[in-house]
């Protein structure tokens, strides 16, 4: 992506919220910094103690060193998620899409039934309604009738669901790769060009 193109870009909304998957949510911000995407990045509470346990990231400043401190502070605008009036909460703030990753069965059930009682959930039901990409990334196992059934509601009214299941084809040799894998496809879905992980093509042959 130029850096024309990249500074005419609308920002991307990046909520994390408590479900398991933490090192998703670290790298897929680490590669939207180095690839100057702008990024709204909201995180929940129960992301922050996600974050702390899965990724050792306590606070705000480890997550800045985390994710290259000086790229963040020039494409990332960090916002509460109490703050339901917060600019991600207006459809009249325009931004590229929005991903929630990870994304807990709580947000998917309030997604689904737009109780918007959060910043992140009201963020979600803004994308929806303006008819924008909706890619929530969940980490459950395994899935009650309840969760497939609020996984169904939210692909009918827009939403794509990526779940955080990688394949094995690209010959993964760490947990980097396995990463590496689902926020590939998560860069995919919002249109930014990247190197991030191997593609089919690459794959070797023997």
């Not at 790298?27 to 702390?52: D, F, K, N």
């Not at 998917?108 to 008819?131: C, M, W």
């Not at 794509?160 to 860069?187: C, E, K, M, N, S």
Request: proline share 5%; net charge neutral; hydrophobic share 45%.
């Amino acid at each position: 992506m130029s850096t024309a193109a990249v500074a005419s870009r609308h920002p991307v909304v990046l909520a994390i919220t408590g479900a398991s998957g933490a090192p998703y949510a670290v790298r897929l911000l680490q590669a939207l910094v180095e690839l100057q995407v702008p990024t709204w990045l909201i995180v929940s509470g129960h992301g922050w103690r996600l974050l702390q346990t899965e990724s050792h990231i306590a606070d705000l400043t480890a997550l800045r060193e985390a994710t290259g401190a000086e790229r963040f502070d020039r494409y990332v605008t960090v916002f509460d998620d109490g703050d339901r009036g917060a600019k991600p909460a207006s459809g009249s703030a325009r931004t590229s899409g929005m991903v929630v990753c990870p994304c807990s069965m709580g947000t998917v059930s309030a997604i689904a039934h737009g109780t918007s009682r959060s910043l992140v959930e009201r963020a979600a039901d803004v994308t929806l309604k303006e008819r924008r990409r909706l890619l929530l990334v969940p980490r459950e196992t395994p899935l009650s009738l309840i969760h497939l059934e609020n996984l169904t509601a939210v692909t009918r009214a827009g939403a794509t669901v990526i779940p955080a299941a990688p394949g094995f084809y690209h010959g993964p040799t760490g947990i980097a790769d396995l990463v590496d894998f689902i926020v590939a496809r998560i860069l995919d879905h919002l249109d930014v060009e990247h190197t991030v992980g191997k593609r089919w093509g690459d794959m070797p042959t023997e």
